[in-house]
């Protein structure tokens, strides 16, 4: 079960914090939140991912394509940090 909570920081940052597991299944309701605020606009997402217990190997390597200038992704647990900072280097 995954847990999405939406909070404007300002006109241009969204912090999506993300609550539970992150899997291929779940993913697709972050991939939709994520597309609410990404269409063609300047805003900058938070990714704050401090209630996040498990994220699969496929979740990672998703998120790690589209994190960039838009999308921050922080406060990871020392497994998940891992876990994305090794599907970076092997893209």
Do not use: W
Not at 5 to 26: A, C, K, M
Not at 28 to 45: C, M, V, W
């Amino acid at each position: 079960m995954l847990r999405i909570t939406e909070n404007f920081e300002n006109g241009h940052v969204i912090r999506l914090r993300v609550d539970g597991s992150l899997t291929s299944e779940s993913y697709a309701e972050l991939d939709k939140a994520f597309s609410r605020y990404h269409q063609g606009k300047r805003q900058t997402i938070i990714l704050d991912m401090t209630g996040v217990s498990f994220m699969n190997d496929e979740s990672a390597a998703k998120l790690a394509r589209i994190k960039g200038e838009t999308l921050r992704i922080i406060n990871c647990s020392p497994f998940i940090a891992a876990l994305l900072d090794t599907v970076e280097r092997t893209e």
